[in-house]
């Protein structure tokens, strides 16, 4: 009984370790790397080249080439890209819902 005990918390071991080796993401791609944090000025919907303020970015401009839509075709935020090469996306009222990283090494 001792020994499937054991066993049966080896594999538990060697499953806990092998999921978090999965959870590893590279700097360039991590929040915390200061060119993807909402805290730097390009990414921040402070900044007006990012703002729904800027008619670029508004809903209400339908020529607008940076929309990003659902399924259904709604229009549910925009997208801009940082100079540093980052892609935030916002949603309708400025707030930053995710970002791609610099694809620039």
Do not use: C, H
Request: glycine share 8%.
């Amino acid at each position: 009984m001792k020994f499937l005990i054991m066993v049966f918390i080896l594999a538990q071991a060697v499953l806990l370790v092998r999921g978090a080796g999965a959870q590893v993401t590279s700097w360039d791609s991590s929040p915390m790397n200061f060119q993807n944090n909402p805290m730097n000025y390009n990414n921040s919907p402070m900044n007006y080249n990012n703002s729904p303020m800027n008619y670029q970015n508004s809903p209400m401009n339908y020529n607008s080439t940076n929309g990003v839509y659902d399924n259904t075709g709604n229009r549910i935020g925009y997208e801009v890209q940082s100079p540093q090469g980052v892609t935030n996306i916002f949603d309708n009222n400025g707030n930053r819902v995710g970002y791609s990283p610099s694809k620039k090494q």
